[in-house]
């Protein structure tokens, strides 16, 4: 293990020792792989689905959206029910679990890479690189705009030469997905503000639909499976860590054309239970930044992205499939730990909200599978973070851990799924100035650090879908007190590191 003397504190006070594990970046020292040859070590297949809810997917509970892929992998591996992502959209998020900072530590709250703020600290990839690995990631694994950077090949945003916010450093292979999005041929609509149904289908960060003329080829995710699959069946001589990055459901909603017919027709699709004046106890910027309101969609357009969403779902879980048929075939299923989880949630019509950003549970708790060679199939209702991945899976491989990442060792859970290793979540919303903390019973959220744009506290035993802030009901003065002291130490504790 890293030793405990090179904790950032204990390394405060060796002055010199200090300055240049600080210049360094915290490293640590050059080792020899520890335990044996490299090829007793287990690989890592981490695959990333982009702005996908739990509530998505058969394995959690929804009826209507079948993912018979995800669900096996699920069978075969722990099933976390309270993951939570650190921040709900692309950048912030991957930015931290990759980086092994939150995002109050790094301040990376936007669409770039955590290079400039961590210097030479190690990334979760680069980890596992500097210890011996091949690391390899296919498509969105750092943030890269969708659909503009995947029409492209790299990032809409002209990052780092088509790269998006990517860090070449942390990897040996980095392969991108390039693919048509909504230009791909097809019956295209545009959902989002639309209302005369004259607007073309259109690029950008906007709810539109195409059902797609091809086979699953044609499109990045079907392109990015298939050279994880290509990957996987390469002779290796060092273990691996792959990272595969599927960007559905992220809109557009594109997909061949049969993954939308079990949703059809659109109009049989059921919309979230909604209450009337349910808006009128939530603050201004609690109110999501895309709702059914703003976005100008009625119910038909509504009922249509709901099922276009599903079908986008089905999509990356037949690639999901994909992948894993390849890594059984292979008999490296044997020695490979693999991950499923999504950047973040997402809204389809709870509130009338739509998308992310929001800190509702639809939004900020994440689907999380791992599964690892071995051990017994479980459900875990412990409190886990996307934090967690990055020194779970070093510990799980015997590599050093660098004393400087804020997540946990979660590894005892994959043991005794009954165990907790957290009894909160803290997850932020950086474009609302949005804090969540969700405890077992409770979900308190607060907009500004100094609690001026309002907050919410609703009872998750009671009221699990959220419709009754009770931050102004004098019963609950005490718990919202408290809730209020947990932000105030998680923030505190987050702001105690070494950059
Ligand atoms: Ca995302």
Same mark, same amino acid.
């Given at each position: ?6 904790? =950032? ?58 993912? =018979? ?30 980086? &092994? ?6 301040? *990376? ?6 290079? +400039? ?44 030469? &088509? ?40 690029? &950008? ?14 499109? +990045? ?22 990272? $595969? ?37 939530? !603050?201004?910027?609690?109110? /999501?930044?895309?709702?059914?309101? /703003? ?17 986008? *779902? ?5 690639? *999901? ?20 989880? +999504? ?23 994440? =689907? ?7 051990? #017994? ?6 409190? *886990? ?44 919303? !950086? ?5 969540? $903390? ?47 002291? #947990? ?13």
């Amino acid at each position: 293990m890293f030793h405990p003397s090179s904790s =950032p504190k204990r390394l405060a006070a060796f002055c010199l020792l200090a300055m240049t594990a600080a210049i360094s970046g915290g490293r640590l020292p050059a080792e020899q792989p520890n335990n044996g040859t490299s090829t007793e070590r287990l690989n890592v297949l981490f695959i990333i689905s982009d702005d996908l809810t739990s509530t998505a997917l058969s394995c959690y509970g929804n009826e209507v959206c079948q993912t =018979p892929n995800i669900d096996s992998l699920a069978a075969e591996g722990t099933r976390f029910t309270r993951a939570y992502c650190q921040a709900t959209y692309c950048g912030p998020s991957r930015a931290s679990f990759l980086s &092994g900072y939150y995002p109050h530590a790094t301040e *990376v709250f936007g669409y770039v890479s955590p290079r +400039s703020k961590i210097g030479d600290r190690w990334t979760w990839p680069q980890c596992f690189r500097e210890q011996g690995y091949e690391t390899t990631r296919v498509s969105k694994i750092f943030h890269m705009g969708v659909p503009g950077g995947i029409q492209e090949g790299g990032d809409g945003r002209n990052h780092n030469q &088509g790269n998006g916010a990517d860090d070449p450093v942390s990897w040996t292979h980095r392969f991108n997905s390039p693919g048509p999005e909504w230009k791909a041929p097809g019956e295209g609509e545009t959902l989002e503000s639309n209302p005369d149904g004259k607007r073309p289908v259109v690029g &950008g960060n906007t709810f539109v639909v195409v059902e797609a003329e091809g086979d699953d080829l044609v499109h +990045s995710d079907g392109k990015t499976a298939d050279k994880a699959v290509q990957l996987i069946n390469q002779q290796h001589d060092q273990p691996f860590w792959l990272g $595969i990055g599927f960007v559905r459901p992220h809109v557009p909603f594109v997909a061949p054309a049969k993954y939308f017919e079990p949703f059809k027709p659109f109009r049989n699709r059921q919309l979230p239970e909604r209450l009337d004046n349910d808006w009128d106890d939530i !603050p201004k910027l609690g109110i /999501n930044y895309k709702t059914s309101l /703003n976005m100008q969609m009625d119910l038909r357009k509504q009922r249509k992205a709901l099922g276009a969403y599903y079908a986008s *779902v089905a999509f990356i879980d037949a690639q *999901v499939g994909k992948v894993m048929a390849a890594l059984k075939a292979s008999g490296q299923d044997k020695n490979t730990i693999v991950i499923f989880t +999504s950047d973040h949630g997402y809204h389809l019509g709870e509130h009338d909200f739509w998308a992310k950003v929001s800190l509702r549970d639809e939004s900020a708790q994440v =689907p999380l599978i791992i599964r690892v060679p071995g051990q #017994r199939p479980a459900v875990c209702h412990s409190f *886990v973070e996307l934090l967690d991945l990055y020194p779970t899976t070093a510990k799980l491989c015997g590599l050093d851990v660098p004393a400087n990442v804020q997540g946990r060792d979660i590894t005892s859970l994959l043991k005794d799924p009954e165990a907790s290793v957290r009894d909160e979540a803290f997850c932020v919303a !950086p474009m609302r100035k949005g804090f969540l $903390i969700r405890t077992n019973r409770w979900a308190y959220l607060q907009y500004r650090e100094d609690g001026s744009g309002g907050a919410e506290l609703f009872d998750m035993r009671e009221d699990p879908k959220q419709f009754h802030n009770l931050i102004d009901s004098p019963e609950h003065e005490d718990v919202v007190r408290e809730m209020q002291a #947990r932000l105030h130490a998680k923030l505190a504790a987050v702001r105690d590191n070494d950059l």
